[in-house]
């Protein structure tokens, strides 16, 4: 089924809103090459010290001695080597990897306050996709990208909208919650999960007064942790200008995130532009999504809000034509 009928057939079923449950998280089991040593006692502290770390951490419980073993039985110190195991051991596998293609992967959507952010990370497969660690180096990524927006200093008096790629990315200070740069927890993911995987873009928009970002991920699920993660594999930010902040801003919004998501238009387009021949690459002139006897310009209109600008991703997009060249 194409993604523009799904979406149809779920937005109509549910009238305009499409979601779904929270998936199953799956946990790894990482084959590192670490070798332990007896240290370990078979008493009752040291083997709770031994799941802790286990569960702290996701590692095995071969590392995790190991881990105990370097560091006396420090769980701090313990838990700090492993990381720094896991990322020399990351690096080594990323140079093994590298070229491998990374078709798969998730979009990122994080709002905070008047900023709004999208990223893609890639990975090889799907299955390591649905993985938690993996979910949580996109939390990074996003974390990072709003950091580094929040960051910026910019004119109030209008939005402004900026894009990163994957070099730029890399460099990004990992967010409060993680220590160094992003290529490093990138390194540490690679380390644990054993796939190829790319920090490919991230989109970063800010808006003052006035302003309002319509936003929506398809097929989203909602990340395992306390920040306002939204994952998927299609994801769009809509930029909207509007004189008074209505009721209805927040669906308005995802309804018009899920037009941008099934129509991929290219540009905005104005009010005046004809539907058909080269309009139907412009948004408001494209067959409203949900009803299509209009278009989204005449769906929009009586709503008292202006489209100014929009962001799309699409999970993996770009990766065949990089191929044929």
């Known amino acids: 089924m194409s993604l523009l009928r799904s979406l149809r057939l779920c937005l109509v079923a549910r009238a305009g809103t499409c979601s779904a449950g929270p998936l199953q998280l799956q946990s790894s089991q990482p084959g590192h090459t670490f070798h332990a040593g007896p240290w370990l006692s078979?008493?009752?502290?040291?083997?709770?010290?031994?799941?802790?770390?286990?569960?702290?951490?996701?590692?095995?419980?071969?590392?995790?001695?190991k881990a105990l073993e370097a560091c006396s039985g420090d769980l701090k110190q313990a838990e700090s080597w492993l990381h720094k195991q896991a990322q020399k051991e990351g690096w080594s596998r990323a140079a093994k990897l590298h070229g491998r293609k990374t078709k798969e992967g998730l979009i990122g959507l994080l709002q905070e306050?008047?900023?709004?952010?999208?990223?893609?990370?890639?990975?090889?497969?799907?299955?390591?996709?649905r993985n938690v660690k993996f979910q949580q180096l996109v939390q990074q990524v996003a974390l990072g990208t709003l950091m580094h927006c929040q960051n910026l200093k910019d004119q109030l008096s209008t939005y402004s909208k900026g894009f990163l790629n994957s070099s730029e990315l890399s460099e990004l200070p990992a967010g409060p919650e993680s220590e160094g740069c992003l290529k490093d927890q990138l390194a540490l993911a690679i380390g644990k999960l054993g796939e190829n995987m790319t920090l490919k873009r991230a989109a970063w928009v800010k808006v003052p007064a006035g302003f309002y970002v319509g936003s929506y991920v398809h097929g989203a699920m909602?990340?395992?942790?306390?920040?306002?993660?939204?994952?998927?594999?299609?994801?769009?930010?809509?930029?909207?200008?509007?004189?008074?902040?209505?009721?209805?801003?927040?669906?308005?919004?995802?309804?018009?995130?899920?037009?941008?998501?099934?129509?991929a238009p290219l540009s905005v387009g104005s009010l005046d532009d004809e539907p058909g021949g080269e309009a139907e690459t412009k948004?408001?002139?494209q067959p409203y999504l949900l009803d299509p006897s209009i278009t989204l310009g005449q769906y929009v209109q009586p709503q008292g809000v202006s489209v100014v600008d929009f962001v799309r991703f699409e999970c993996g997009e770009g990766e065949e034509a990089a191929e044929d060249e």
């Open 42 to 65: 078979s008493s009752a502290s040291s083997k709770e010290l031994l799941l802790k770390l286990r569960r702290k951490t996701g590692y095995s419980f071969v590392n995790c001695k």
């Open 222 to 263: 909602h990340s395992p942790s306390p920040h306002n993660l939204v994952l998927g594999k299609y994801g769009a930010m809509v930029i909207c200008e509007t004189s008074e902040r209505r009721a209805n801003l927040e669906d308005l919004g995802r309804r018009l995130g899920q037009h941008v998501v099934g129509m």
């Open 113 to 129: 306050g008047n900023a709004t952010v999208l990223v893609e990370v890639n990975c090889e497969t799907d299955f390591v996709s």
């Open 283 to 285: 948004m408001l002139s």
